[in-house]
């Protein structure tokens, strides 16, 4: 089975996450098995001082499994090893009908760009990537080549997201 594959890009503040989330929402609604990666710019933490797992990981421990009859986490500390390529992450992925990337602006799966009038930057991101496919904005986008969808409009954006990265298809395959 090929890992589909599809990404939220934009700059900060442009709704990426909210995007995401409600993607999400809409395409385990039509009975898809969705997957996300989310790519952080910044140093974050999903383990809290004081916690078990926290103080194995200050001992010394590279990887640190914190499971429960509800969910389990892996945590790797990189120490001096680099940030680790979209593809490796992937591959550690249980098997889904299709992995929502949050973020990772520089790789090349197929994108929508998600744009705000409140984001950080304006500058649209498709006019040097070949990889976004479509946009998603608040505002118009006038000069716009690629498909335009409002930001509001999961449904629509939803249904691009199946014809695009080859979901459609695939439930009647």
Known sequence: MTQRVFGI???KNSGKTTLTERLVTELVSRG???ATVKHAHHDFDIDKEGTDSFRHRKAGASEVAIVSGRRWALMHELGSETEPALGTILARLAPSD???VEGYKRE???KIEARRLQGKDRTPLADNDPHI???AADHPQPQERLPVFDLDDITSIADFVEQASGLKGARSA
């Open 9 to 11: 890009t934009g700059w």
């Open 98 to 100: 299709i992995v929502l």
């Open 133 to 135: 496919v479509a946009v």
């Open 108 to 110: 090349t799966h197929l």
């Open 32 to 34: 898809w098995k969705v």
